[in-house]
């Protein structure tokens, strides 16, 4: 490809997409391990992974061997037929997987994970009633998108969308009363992500456990950001509670695109044949970037090092005892600083330092970095992260809020 500028890169990304996303004004070209390189040259620490994707970094070695081999081998594979590559896949991610989850539907993105779980519970119980959580994200697909908690994202659609009702996060009782005989399932984030990041209280998982069962409901848990990152396999391994279906996504294939929803036999096998199913699901081009991605978290012990590095940088962030960040929370690499300012002038300060992060709600800046980050990293993020801060503190008396 010939070299463009950054200017006529970004203008042509705008102009011929439609205007849904709020750019951030940079070409990204290149990355290497936790760096991203935009079309000047410049290099960004990346602690966001594209939305918590990549696990392992950019152009890990593994991974990118993994998909070259495939690429040369076998793309394409329609689930009518087996496939060595899936079958070694799926074998290695049930034996991560949370107790009773010993089935797998494959198919393409974070939403569709969703999509299928809400149809399995559907066809399953044969009940109609979705509950889930205000604030909670899962997707904006017509089925994933009824689940999803943010107005902003139903409004326009609420006519078409499927009914479901919407309890606070965290709140048992609040979930006991939602809870009927007609309720199909329960889905909930182990983690609220998009909301600010909201670890929920083991109770709380423990609860939906219980109320779920007691009612012949299904629980479903969307650990499409969640799963690897939180120091544990699966968020809710935590919590020692296991769901009826999981969905994850983002990270499982470090950049492929994949999605899984993983079942239990029962669910399983009261699936009427011919339910659901994806033309790309379990393509073996992801299932390969899937094995290689899930030897690699195992082989590096990077689960146990999510933890070890989350604690570490939360601590280093707390000790910077900034009088903007209101608090820091999370679980292991998954990190969420709130503000008592607007996040997105400081993600641009930050930015503007060659430092990349995400928001989450209106204040909170979002970091879910890839689990291969050092402490050298982490000690680089906390001083560019203090001295936006500082930034924006210095420019706040003079009308310094921007968007
Ligand atoms: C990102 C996300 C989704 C949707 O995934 P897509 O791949 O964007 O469709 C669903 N649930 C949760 C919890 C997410 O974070």
Redesign the pocket.
Known sequence: MTARSTATIVQLDEMLQPPLYAKRGIALVRGEGVWLYDSDGQRYLDLMSN??VNLLGHAHPRVTAAIVAQAGRLLSCHQSFASDVRAAFLEKLLSLAPHGLVRVFLSN??????EAALKFAWAVTGRRKIVAARR??????LG?LAA?GEPKYRQPFLAVLPEVTHVPYGDAVALETAVDQETAAVIL?PV???AGIYPADPSFLEAARRITRDRGALLIF?????AFRTGAWFACQHAGVSPDLL?V??GLANGV?I?ATLLTEDVALALPPGVHGSTFGGNPLACAAGLATLQTLEDDHLIPAAKELGAYFRQQLLALRHPLVREVRGLGLMLGVDLKTRATPVLKAMQERGVLALPAGTTVVRLLPPLILTREDIDFAVVRISEALEALRAGSGGGGERD
């Open positions: 939305y918590g993105s974070g939403a569709e994970a969703v909670g994200y899962h997707g904006r697909t994933a999803t984030e609220q992500g998009e969307d650990e499409v950001q969640t969905c996504a983002k695109p999605g």
